[in-house]
């Protein structure tokens, strides 16, 4: 099942909004077949397995990371191709949250006289797949909201200057989380600052869908963004009725989407639904100091990423997050104990947020 989980990874990526999953192949002791979903609409880790295997699968096992889907989508039922394959046994990771297979695909295995053994390595197998479980159960994008500062809590000095804040390391891992998400979301003071392109930088790079939330619409027609669409999407939230521009973004490829607005801008709750809409199961928040503090008191929030540098900047340095106007500490967002990772000379601070939403 190790085996398995290290396959699924090979999906990173590639695979939204389908979950990250492996599959290997054991005859008489020995893996005879090993496969991974690979890409939105390709073939899936169990076919993929059969597939690769270098003799006949009758009367062997399956270990898969997720278990097997049992209806037609954009690839024929898993079961069906397993039980066809003569498998004699199934071993299952993470139960799939999916109501057109969860538990419906034990029933039909076991009809089909397949032994199935559930709950392998269970908990290392749901790793694999926050963005799909979440998506599943709310249709809603996973959140993450991330923000590299020094150790006195500065995301950039007071004229602006945030280059760098962290070192290549961290910088280099921050690549791996947009190549895992499906969107990358900032505001538009961060376009209007620092023109970023928002690209990948990953070995194999997934590019993600670009997302800028500009209540009055005031992208530059010449920035990275909207000369990059051939490159990879972007997608414009705004508030605006100016017909004009809207019109020569989108001969330039821009997807412009009209939103409500709220206390001023956009409304970030609706612009996360409508994410969702599109088949967007992730989202990787980058922006400035304003829209953190919009996307955290929407509780929508399912991660926090704090990269922190041994830098000091001053009080005249910019903060990360910008006035929630709290009254009481008690009001204060809630994380739980974070995971603590060393980048090179900078620290990773992973929390998950408490609260409702943010399962």
């Known amino acids: 099942m190790r085996r ?67 209806h037609h989508g954009k690839q024929p039922p898993c079961t069906e191709a397993v039980t066809e394959a003569g498998i004699r046994r199934v071993f299952v990771g993470s139960y799939d949250p999916n109501p057109l297979v969860s538990g419906k695909s034990r029933k039909v295995l076991k009809e089909a006289g397949i032994e199935t053994f559930y709950d392998v390595l269970t908990e290392e197998c749901d790793a694999l797949n926050p963005f799909f479980f979440h998506y599943m159960k709310t249709k809603l994008p996973y959140v993450i909201c991330k923000y590299a500062m020094s150790a006195d809590g500065k995301i950039a000095c007071g004229n602006g200057d945030s280059k760098w804040v962290t070192g290549e390391q961290a910088r280099a891992h921050v690549q791996e989380t947009r190549k895992a998400a499906a969107a990358i979301l900032v505001g538009i003071g961060t376009v209007l600052a620092d023109d970023p392109g ?5 070995e194999n790079p997934s590019h993600p869908m670009r997302v800028v939330c500009d209540t009055s619409l005031r992208i530059p027609e010449d920035c990275q963004l909207v000369c ?107 994380c739980t104990e974070p995971e603590v990772q060393l980048l090179g000379q900078d620290v990773l601070l992973t929390f998950a947020i408490k609260g409702k939403d943010a399962e």
């Open 4 to 70: 398995a989980i290290e396959l699924a990874r090979r999906g990173t990526g590639f695979v939204n909004p389908n979950p990250l999953v492996g599959a290997v192949i054991v005859k008489d002791g020995r893996i005879i077949g090993e496969g991974w979903h690979a890409k939105c609409g390709d073939l899936h880790a169990e076919r993929h397995a059969l597939k690769n295997c270098t003799e006949s699968p009758e009367g062997a096992d399956i270990y898969v990371t997720l278990e097997p889907c049992c």
């Open 198 to 202: 928002l690209l990948c930088r990953a």
């Open 228 to 334: 990059s669409t051939d490159t990879a999407p972007v997608v414009v939230m705004t508030c605006s009725e100016d017909t004009d521009k809207i019109t020569r973004l989108m001969q330039k490829g821009v997807l412009i989407c009209r939103v409500s607005e709220k206390d001023g801008h956009t409304d970030l709750c609706e612009v996360l639904q409508r994410l969702g809409e599109m088949g967007l199961d992730s989202v990787l928040i980058e922006g400035g100091a304003q829209i953190h503090a919009a996307a955290l008191q929407t509780g929508l929030v399912q991660q926090l990423q704090v990269y922190i540098a041994p830098k000091l900047v001053g009080g005249d340095g910019l903060s990360p997050v910008s006035a929630m106007h709290l009254a009481k500490m008690n009001d204060a967002v809630s």
